[in-house]
């Protein structure tokens, strides 16, 4: 099947796509007719998606079983490797512009084409008639195609440079509407938190570099004896590396404490926040650390500060979440606890090397199924804040469910697959991160440590399935109501945005079953090079039946408080007080920081502004006045008269003759 088609050889097909795309409406958009402004994007990316499937089929081996180091049949775990150029040749650092692919490649390229297409088809709707319309899709091909350059990037270095463009691309997305000051400020906010992480990431950089002598992959993570030789050696530096470079994870992934940009960034148009939150910048931080599980396994205090993080960062944005009102602001923080998640099952094998596979596995298989559901809920509250007329507070609408069905039923396919519901997506891939985190709290040397995670985790798991059907219930039942700006009858999504929205609500429900149970995702990522062997792993019934009853618990608390008796929720909130307020502030870590941090800071920059003006320019100032003296005393010289300039050559002619004359008197 697909003999013709070589993959080595139309590897940079699937980002050459959106950047045509791309320039495309740059250079000739403004001859065509504006709302044509999508369709070049949706045909870059179908042609994207199309050679990513192609290259899932053809990178590992068909009938491929379980991995270690050889695929089924004996065939070897490998990667395509395509060299466009060199890019950097000075002295020992040679680097050149390489795209690398291998089954966790192909894996993130299918999720990110695919989400994104649907994503943008849902745009073409939910944008229409907006003044920069062309700019949007334009915008939007650029970011697609620098999430694809980062995942087939086949060195750090090439890595760090669309690292920083996914970071830029954000910026312009969520400040897309600059006009207002609000989006204009999240963008900002966004491009230097990151900047923080992106820090912490070049210097993990070029610490590799002076350590291992190269940034490729394949030349580290192909030397597993050098890599483990040099952890042994130096285990400083080396844990020192996989620190640094989990910083910058923080940043691109909003984990604690650079979390904050994350729920700012809702100021961007609904279809940026699904593309952020479901399919690509969040994303790039899991990867990095899944990318780097060679460095990680050989640091286990690494891993356990990773573990530790997103523990934190779970728990944190799940008590955000309660008490939030604003819909996207509580997917935003949905989010993030999720991403936490992940990074619990990363920093999982700390405790022990063995479920390394199934702890990278894991992550990266609930990474994949969250960008389905948790896509379909941006676009479907980007439905609903299209219909209710851009209000998204939910004290302001209710009883949604039949004035918006199709909106009603995805939403809650996306709710259900987030809360945990048996036999869901988000049922299969929470449960195995519950499951590897119990194995690691089993631990005899850090087991203490991962059952505070594992407790962590259980608790966030009844949190997430409270607070996502609040916003469901408050959202859909209940009593019919419509802000003003909605006006009498809302419709609900048009054709372009309902497809994706039933797609993706499709995904959301199955997706997860049809790669979980079966391990289809599992034994195909094995197949990467550089993981461990992984050993037989078997469904953690205990875990899977503790995760049901808790989602259990808290769609049921939800639906009791916001539905059956509300007067319940009311009652909380005001018996809560001040906590229901630190909920609802985000904990005020942004009051913190802006104390602390960003009011100091701008305190030192107004002080060397003064400093500048007042002491280094009056220093610049004097200097440069000590010439104007001189001028002043030869002023009288210069003033264009032919005779005045003849008498001070006479008298300079005298002077050198006298000089001469008494040079040679004394010479003699």
């Not at 609040?470 to 419709?491: D, I, L, S, V």
């Not at 985000?586 to 100091?600: A, H, K, M, T």
């Not at 001189?630 to 032919?642: D, Y």
Request: charged fraction near 10%; aromatic fraction near 12%; charge should be neutral.
């Amino acid at each position: 099947m697909f003999d013709w088609f070589q993959p080595n050889d139309v590897l940079w097909v699937i980002p050459a796509a959106p950047l045509l795309a791309c320039l495309w409406i740059v250079l000739v958009g403004h001859v065509v007719r504006r709302q044509y402004a999508h369709r070049p994007v949706v045909l870059a990316l179908a042609v994207s998606l199309a050679a990513a499937i192609c290259l899932l089929i053809h990178v590992v081996p068909s009938g491929f079983g379980h991995a270690g180091e050889h695929g089924a049949h004996g065939s070897p775990s490998h990667a395509i490797i395509k060299h466009l150029y060199q890019w950097i040749s000075v002295g020992q650092l040679n680097v050149s512009v390489t795209l690398r692919a291998d089954a966790m490649t192909a894996l993130m390229l299918v999720m990110v084409t695919s989400v994104s297409l649907l994503v943008v088809i849902f745009a073409s709707g939910y944008m229409h008639g907006d003044p920069g319309y062309p700019r949007f899709f334009a915008s939007i091909a650029l970011f697609v195609f620098s999430m694809c350059m980062l995942v087939l990037a086949g060195n750090f270095l090439l890595m760090f440079v669309f690292w920083e463009a996914v970071g830029l691309c954000s910026y312009l997305l969520i400040g897309f509407w600059f006009q207002k000051p609000s989006a204009a400020a999240a963008a900002k906010k966004a491009f230097v938190v990151n900047r923080i992480g992106d820090f912490g990431f070049i210097l993990g950089v070029f610490l590799i570099w002076t350590t291992f002598g190269t940034v490729d992959f394949e030349a580290l993570f192909g030397s597993p004896d050098l890599i483990r030789e040099i952890a042994t050696q130096d285990p400083a530096i080396f844990t020192t590396i996989c620190f640094l470079l989990f910083v910058g994870a923080i940043g691109k992934s909003a984990q604690f404490p650079l979390h904050v940009w994350l729920p700012d960034a809702m100021e961007g148009p609904t279809p940026v926040s699904a593309l952020i939150h479901a399919a690509t910048m969040v994303t790039a931080g899991v990867y990095l650390v899944a990318r780097c599980t060679p460095f990680f396994v050989l640091a286990p205090t690494a891993q356990m500060f990773v573990a530790g993080i997103g523990a934190a960062t779970a728990l944190i944005a799940a008590i955000t979440a309660l008490t939030q009102y604003d819909l996207k602001r509580v997917l935003a923080y949905s989010t993030v606890s999720q991403l936490g998640y992940m990074f619990m099952s990363l920093g999982a094998a700390g405790a022990d090397v063995s479920l390394a596979t199934h702890a990278v596995t894991f992550a990266m298989f609930h990474m994949f199924t969250h960008a389905f559901f948790k896509a379909v809920l941006f676009l479907s509250a980007g439905s609903v804040m299209h219909s209710m007329g851009n209000v998204i507070d939910m004290r302001r609408f209710g009883g949604l469910r039949k004035a918006l069905p199709i909106t009603h039923i995805t939403f809650l396919a996306g709710s259900l697959a987030l809360a945990g519901f048996p036999l869901l997506s988000g049922f299969w891939s929470k449960d195995e991160i519950l499951a590897v985190l119990f194995s690691a709290s089993q631990d005899a040397k850090h087991g203490d440590f991962y059952k505070v995670i594992l407790g962590v985790a259980l608790l966030t798991s009844l949190m997430t399935a409270f607070y996502t059907f609040r916003a469901y219930f408050m959202t859909f039942w209940g009593k019919e109501r419509f802000p003003e700006e909605a006006g009498h009858h809302p419709h609900d999504a048009p054709p372009a945005m309902a497809g994706p929205l039933l797609i993706l609500g499709v995904a959301a429900l199955f997706v997860g079953l049809i790669a979980g149970p079966t391990h289809l995702y599992g034994h195909y990522l094995e197949h990467t090079p550089g993981l461990p062997e992984a050993h037989a792993h078997e469904p953690n019934l205990l875990m899977m039946g503790v995760s049901v009853v808790l989602a259990l618990v808290g769609i049921g608390a939800a639906y009791f408080a916001y539905v059956v008796s509300p007067s319940v929720s009311q009652g909380l909130k005001k018996a809560s007080g001040p906590l229901h307020n630190f909920s609802h502030e985000g904990l005020q870590l942004d009051w913190l920081y802006l104390r602390f941090i960003v009011n100091p800071l701008r305190l030192l920059a107004r002080i060397a502004e003064v400093f500048d003006k007042w002491v280094l320019d009056v220093i610049v100032d004097c200097v440069g006045f000590v010439p104007s003296l001189f001028g002043a005393v030869l002023k009288p010289i210069h003033n264009g008269f032919v005779q005045n300039y003849a008498m001070v050559m006479v008298v300079g002619l005298v002077v050198c003759l006298v000089s001469v004359l008494r040079a040679l008197a004394g010479g003699m």
